[in-house]
């Protein structure tokens, strides 16, 4: 009866979890370029349930009933790269990657100097006249004139930029924008890995697996942003299912209480 009530236990606490992730993608429903997140759940080893009360010869000997599970536990949390829809804004700092691939901005925190990968592409200038997220990380490209990376700067000028990255400031060529894939160069160059991708807040990603390919083969789209690709409808289906789940494990654990209750206070009596 306690195995029970620690699998039913179990059960509650992955589905709070899971309820957790379902309610960090509704808000994050109208997030520019959010990719959803999914919980994976795992089930424990069972174990072998074995009975000892056969006796032979005077000795108690054991028998296999069967096997046990003892719940469900968190696995992992994997990120849906599915692209969301693009939507055009007709505004010229904004972007949106068509197909695989992501921004690359540099964050300086005041003591290290990183580098991030997003897919929101919603950027505006800053007053040094650098282009920049919503966060004020600054958006890398390549510096034609001379081949150095570094933040693009378009000053006061109208910025324009074709469907390879590659920006002009009142007409004149000066950078391309850096767009990143991960593990690419493969045989057959159409398997990406992205689990080497962690989120970091502040809709970024960190490469934990040095996985990072500069490619020159991702699209992007001028005056359009990528919108969240999660699925409001979908996100409350589960919800409910999630909740009904957590319900049901919830009144097995009342249920197992009281039979425990009833045990120690009425079955016990002489």
Request: aromatic fraction near 6%.
């Amino acid at each position: 009866m306690i195995r029970s009530l620690y699998t039913a236990v179990s059960g509650m606490i992955t589905q709070e979890a899971k309820q957790d992730v379902i309610t960090n993608n509704m808000a994050n429903a109208g997030t520019v370029g959010y990719k959803g997140d999914n919980l994976a759940i795992k089930q424990f080893k069972d174990v072998m349930i074995r009975n000892y009360d056969t006796v032979q010869n005077g000795k108690r000997i054991g028998k296999n009933i069967g096997s046990l599970s003892l719940g469900s536990a968190i696995d992992d949390t994997n990120i849906d790269f599915t692209q969301g829809d693009i939507q055009d804004t007709g505004k010229d700092n904004d972007f949106a990657v068509d197909g695989p691939g992501f921004f690359v901005v540099q964050r300086n925190n005041g003591v290290n100097t990183n580098q991030y990968y997003t897919r929101d592409g919603h950027f505006h200038v800053n007053m040094q006249g650098n282009l920049v997220n919503d966060s004020g990380d600054l958006v890398m490209g390549t510096n034609l004139a001379t081949g150095v990376s570094e933040p693009i700067n378009v000053g006061n000028g109208k910025l324009t930029a074709d469907a390879y990255g590659n920006i002009r400031v009142d007409g004149q060529l000066k950078y391309k924008m850096q767009l990143a894939n991960f593990n690419e160069n493969n045989a057959n160059n159409l398997l990406k890995d992205y689990k080497s991708l962690k989120k970091i807040g502040d809709n970024l990603y960190e490469d934990t697996g040095n996985n990072l390919a500069l490619s020159n083969n991702i699209t992007i789209r001028q005056g359009s942003l990528e919108k969240s690709n999660v699925n409001i409808i979908n996100e409350m289906a589960n919800m409910m299912t999630t909740m009904r789940s957590f319900e049901t494990d919830q009144k097995v654990v009342q249920s197992i209480d009281e039979t425990l209750g009833k045990t120690v206070n009425d079955v016990g009596k002489v």
